[in-house]
Each structure stands twice: as structure tokens, then as C-alpha cells.
């Protein structure tokens, strides 16, 4: 099993930035990428971005593009996702995944966080 811990949400103005935080514990052994996902109120959970955990290689969907940016620290088994330039549609539940990279890319996972809301609002 696979603990999955988010971090960094909060209330931010349209246009400013936040990051969010997801520490894994357990058996990261078994998983090989992280990504992270959104879900705003009355809507699907969508796939943002992943990571490869070894290679740090990542993957975003067109929407943040250039806004979002993902990464890891091995060493405190830790993935970060810097949002830029947020928008009020940006507001949602963000949650962290972690599973294979192919499979988060294709919105199967393995393990959740608990999620963790970003509202952008003036």
C-alpha cells in the first residue's frame, strides 16, 4: 500500500500562484509515477499531469500547459505541482495519484490522496 498526503491548497487571487505538495509513504517501491488530478464542484476528476519517479519525465494535458508545472524529490519521496497564473476556473479539489505513468496518463490509478481545495477567487 501506497499513503498518499496533499498539502498546499488554500484561497489565492486570479493570477497568483500557489504550490501543492503530495508526500508518499509505504511501498513507493510498487508504484512508478505520481500525477495529479482536479475535480471542481459538479464535474468529473481530471487528469492534470504525471511524473516518473525515476527519471522525473513529465506529461500535462494541453489546459496547463505552461502554467503547471510538475516535479519530485526522490529523497523526500515528494511531488510538487507550482500553479501559475490561476484562474477562477482552476478552483477544485486537487488530488495526488500514484500508480504506473501510462496508466495515471490514462486516468487509471492506483492510489489517492485525500485531495486537497484550491479556490482562486478575488
Known amino acids: 500500500q501506497v499513503q498518499l498526503v496533499e498539502s498546499g491548497g488554500g484561497l489565492v487571487q486570479p493570477g497568483g500562484s500557489l504550490r501543492l505538495s503530495c508526500a508518499a509513504s509505504?511501498?513507493?517501491?510498487?508504484?512508478?509515477?505520481m500525477g495529479w488530478f482536479r475535480q471542481a464542484p459538479g464535474k468529473g476528476r481530471e487528469f492534470l499531469a504525471a511524473?516518473?519517479?525515476?527519471?522525473?519525465?513529465?506529461y500535462y494535458v494541453d489546459s496547463v500547459k505552461g502554467r503547471f508545472t510538475i516535479s519530485r524529490d526522490n529523497a523526500k519521496n515528494t511531488m510538487y505541482l507550482q500553479m501559475n497564473s490561476l484562474k477562477p476556473e482552476d478552483t477544485a479539489a486537487y488530488y495526488c495519484?500514484?500508480?504506473?505513468?501510462?496508466?495515471?496518463?490514462?486516468?487509471?490509478?492506483?492510489?489517492w490522496g485525500q485531495g486537497t481545495q484550491v479556490t482562486v477567487s478575488s
Open positions: 509505504g511501498s513507493i517501491f510498487s508504484i512508478n509515477a
Open positions: 511524473i516518473t519517479w525515476t527519471s522525473g519525465s513529465p
Open positions: 495519484a500514484a500508480g504506473s505513468y501510462v496508466s495515471l496518463i490514462n486516468k487509471k490509478v492506483d492510489y
